[in-house]
């Protein structure tokens, strides 16, 4: 069984930078693709980044430039560092662990940008 365990978010104002990071556990493929989703109040859940276990990156066209995805193997940690936020940023935002087998998610957190 895989565990994702999200951190990290928070309030913050526009303009403002928050770090996400996502810990797995469990018995996890070596070959896989971490990654974040958002969903916004009243919106359906979108892709914002992924990583691949290679190093791949794909962004939403709506974060290219502002956030950047990045993992650590050894740690089997993926980060979300998230500048020049917007309120168009607020959702709660959810790690994902893709294998060949399924798609795991983790809880969630909070990111709110105020205006």
């Known amino acids: 069984q895989v565990q994702l365990v999200e951190s990290g978010g928070g309030l913050v104002q526009a303009g403002g930078s928050l770090r996400l990071s996502c810990a797995a556990s469990?018995?996890?493929?070596?070959?896989?693709?971490l990654g974040w989703y958002r969903q916004g109040p009243g919106q359906q859940r979108e892709l914002v980044a992924r990583?691949?276990?290679?190093?791949?990156?794909t962004y939403a066209d709506s974060v290219k430039g502002r956030f950047t995805i990045s993992r650590d193997n050894a740690k089997s940690t993926v980060y979300l560092q998230m500048n020049s936020l917007e309120p168009e940023d607020t959702a709660v935002y959810y790690c994902?662990?893709?294998?060949?087998?399924?798609?795991?998610w983790g809880q969630g957190t909070q990111v709110t940008v105020s205006s």
């Open positions: 994902t662990l893709r294998t060949i087998a399924r798609t795991y």
């Open positions: 469990g018995s996890i493929a070596s070959i896989n693709t």
């Open positions: 990583i691949t276990s290679g190093g791949v990156t």
